[in-house]
């Protein structure tokens, strides 16, 4: 059986987002993704600051931020 979630505070094109910031949290390391008021938000850790995610590019972004301040 798998698992179905219901997003209806989110529209088509947030929860198509929403999905991918799911994947991408666990392809990352991340530990929380959520969608609060319409806005999606990733978290590395309980400690770190919470990351808004407006679209695709924004995921690209975040990893490209991360590699650029461990180097």
Known sequence: MSKILILDHLTPRMQELYGNAKSFKTRFGF??????????????????????????DDLSRIIQDEQEALN
């Open 31 to 56: 530990q929380f993704c959520w969608a609060k008021n319409g806005t999606i938000f990733l978290r590395r850790s309980e400690d770190s600051r919470p990351l808004k995610v407006r679209g695709p």
